[in-house]
Antibody, heavy 118, light 108 residues
Framework: EVQLVESGGGLVQPGGSLRLSCAASGFTFSSYSMNWVRQAPGKGLEWVSYISSSSSRMNYADSVKGRFTISRDNAKNSLYLQMNSLRAEDSAVYYC???????????WGQGTPVTVSS | EIVLTQSPATLSLSPGERATLSCRASQSVSSYLAWYQQKPGQAPRLLIYDTSNRATGIPARFSGSGSGTDFTLTISSLEPEDFAVYYCQQRSIWPPYTFGQGTKLEIK
């Protein structure tokens, strides 16, 4: 059974940093690209970042480019999102999402909430 | 960036009725359009990919159609568990991947 379990969310002050983690199991993690997708309270879905299976390619939404860094450790079956210079508008539930055929979001974690507030 | 516009924003129907949800793209996405269902407090779930392919475990009452810029998700006969928010998403031209703003399917 495919499982994606996020952790690392919480309350942080504007300008602060947070590192999200996603532990994957039930599939060959190193064979799949991965993504982060977020959802602000009461809002829709926003893709945040993509990383290829071998980490050779990363992409970011314009809204987080230069502030967020996606990475992965295939030996640990883990995905990460380093978030710096956080803003109030970054407050959201962050989902770890597997990318079948690179861009098909077929499995989602349960999400970890991030709140940016003073 | 491809913009996806879903309509209607809210759809009020009764169990047993047929639901038709629309998604329009600002430019052609070929057949690379997916649909997701999200229930309150839960993560989204993939329903349909590449316009008309049901994801694993999705009941046959869910179907998708369309091409280019106009797409439809149809639920043939609504079950109580189908009342949720539905999002479309394109994977034709990325980054960025883009989602529609969602259609809330509510019980009438």
């Amino acid at each position: 059974e495919v499982q994606l379990v996020e952790s690392g969310g919480g309350l942080v002050q504007p300008g602060g940093s947070l590192r999200l983690s996603c532990a994957a199991s039930g599939f060959t993690f190193s064979s799949y690209s991965m993504n982060w997708v977020r959802q602000a309270p009461g809002k829709g879905l926003e893709w945040v970042s993509y990383i290829s299976s071998s980490s050779s390619r990363m992409n970011y939404a314009d809204s987080v480019k230069g502030r967020f860094t996606i990475s992965r450790d295939n030996a640990k079956n883990s995905l990460y999102l380093q978030m710096n210079s956080l803003r109030a508008e970054d407050s959201a539930v962050y989902y770890c999402v597997r990318g079948e055929y690179d861009s098909l979001f077929d499995y989602w974690g349960q999400g970890t909430p991030v709140t940016v507030s003073s | 960036e491809i913009v996806l516009t879903q309509s209607p924003a809210t759809l009020s129907l009764s169990p047993g009725e047929r639901a038709t949800l629309s998604c329009r793209a600002s430019q052609s996405v070929s057949s690379y359009l997916a649909w997701y269902q999200q229930k309150p407090g839960q993560a989204p779930r993939l329903l349909i990919y590449d316009t008309s392919n049901r994801a694993t475990g999705i009941p046959a009452r869910f179907s998708g159609s369309g091409s280019g810029t106009d797409f439809t998700l149809t639920i043939s006969s609504l079950e109580p568990e189908d009342f949720a928010v539905y999002y479309c998403q394109q994977r034709s031209i990325w980054p960025p991947y883009t989602f529609g703003q969602g259609t809330k399917l509510e019980i009438k």
